[in-house]
């Protein structure tokens, strides 16, 4: 079962970078990708990014798209989210997830399952 835990959120400007980390740890061959996800206050869940294990490819929604990149160490037990050009409307609290992803007819999706784990509060000031 894999297990994930979010980390380096924080308070950051808008213009700002923050670069948020997930720790993984179970992941095996029969896993297909982590994602990020993102849940402001009185909003959906939304998944915002993803990086497949077997050709390391990255996926971004659009609301992200340019300004977001995700990557993971060599071993695959850390997948980061380096975030730039930050805004307001990205304050929420971001969470990582085993998934299965990619891109179906130009839209992104990213369908978690397994166990969330903790997620990491992003504030972003206007």
């Known amino acids: 079962e894999v297990q994930l835990q979010a980390s380096g959120g924080g308070l950051v400007q808008a213009g700002g970078s923050l670069k948020l980390s997930c720790l993984v740890s179970?992941?095996?061959?029969?896993?297909?990708?982590i994602g990020w996800f993102r849940q402001a206050p009185e909003k959906e869940r939304e998944g915002i990014s993803c990086?497949?294990?077997?050709?390391?490819?990255?996926y971004y929604a659009d609301s992200v798209k340019g300004r977001f990149t995700i990557s993971s160490d060599n071993a695959k037990t850390t997948v980061y989210l380096q975030m730039n050009s930050l805004k307001p409307e990205d304050t929420a609290v971001y969470y990582c997830?085993?998934?299965?992803?990619?891109?179906?007819?130009?839209?992104?999706?990213?369908?978690?399952?397994?166990?969330w784990g903790r997620g990491t509060q992003v504030t972003v000031s206007s």
């Open positions: 997830a085993a998934v299965t992803c990619g891109s179906y007819a130009g839209s992104f999706f990213s369908n978690p399952y397994g166990n």
């Open positions: 179970g992941f095996t061959r029969n896993d297909n990708a």
């Open positions: 990086i497949r294990s077997d050709d390391g490819r990255a």
